[in-house]
T-cell receptor, first 115, second 114 residues
Framework: AQTVTQSQPEMSVQEAETVTLSCTYD???????LFWYKQPPSRQMILVIR??????QNATENRFSVNFQKAAKSFSLKISDSQLGDAAMYFC????????????FGAGTQVVVTP | DTGVSQDPRHKITKRGQNVTFRCDPI?????LYWYRQTLGQGPEFLTY????????KSRLLSDRFSAERPKGSFSTLEIQRTEQGDSAMYLC????????????FGSGTQLSVL
């Protein structure tokens, strides 16, 4: 069974600074997808960024980028130039390429942005 | 595109009662998912549909839970004889098969069982 671990319950960052969220996962599969989702107080889960395991290049979406280390089964998220609107719960998630319906989420990291 | 809609937003019920939640996916999406999220945890997979077919059901779903998507559009999740342990947020998401890795989530239904 796959597991996703987020070891940081909370991270604090000042506006305009950079914060990195950690995620590790366990799988025996070689083909899969990894995601970071954001959940603000409105509770709606919003996709931040995704990474296909077969791609070596790290995904980037504006101020968000990942560091994907397949051998180490590590998938960290870097938020650059942090903004107050980035404050939310961030979840790392795994999906097997064979089972498109099921996302496996970590426990989440609360990001606090201070002015 | 009005997004994924869930109704109701909040539901308070007494233990032993039945409850039903509704999810309206994005109109052109043929895939629909249900997840459950308890306080301080990430969402847990419950079940998913492609069109009207329920393709997988988690072991988390006991016999008291049933989900349907009768015409491949909206879906309902029913919990019979609710227990306090059912208290959670129930999230619905949808996607289309062309871009199945991108799920669009609703804002959830918060269930409290007293």
């Amino acid at each position: 069974a796959q597991t996703v671990t987020q070891s940081q319950p909370e991270m604090s960052v000042q506006e305009a600074e950079t914060v990195t969220l950690s995620c590790t996962y366990d799988t025996s599969e070689s083909d899969y997808y990894l995601f970071w989702y954001k959940q603000p107080p409105s509770r709606q889960m919003i996709l931040v960024i995704r990474q296909e395991a077969y791609k070596q290049q790290n995904a980037t979406e504006n101020r968000f980028s990942v560091n994907f280390q397949k051998a180490a089964k590590s998938f960290s998220l870097k938020i650059s130039d942090s903004q107050l609107g980035d404050a939310a719960m961030y979840f790392c998630a795994y999906r097997s390429a064979r089972r498109w319906g099921k996302l496996q989420f970590g426990a989440g990291t609360q990001v606090v942005v201070t002015p | 595109d009005t997004g994924v809609s869930q109704d109701p937003r909040h539901k308070i019920t007494k233990r032993g009662q039945n409850v039903t939640f509704r999810c309206d996916p994005i109109s052109e999406h043929n895939r629909l998912y249900w997840y459950r999220q308890t306080l301080g945890q990430g969402p847990e997979f419950l079940t998913y549909f492609q069109n009207e077919a329920q393709l997988e059901k988690s072991r988390l779903l006991s016999d008291r839970f049933s989900a349907e998507r009768p015409k491949g559009s909206f879906s309902t999740l029913e919990i019979q004889r609710t227990e306090q342990g059912d208290s959670a947020m129930y999230l619905c998401a949808s996607s289309d098969s062309a871009t199945n890795e991108k799920l669009f989530f609703g804002s959830g239904t918060q269930l409290s069982v007293l």
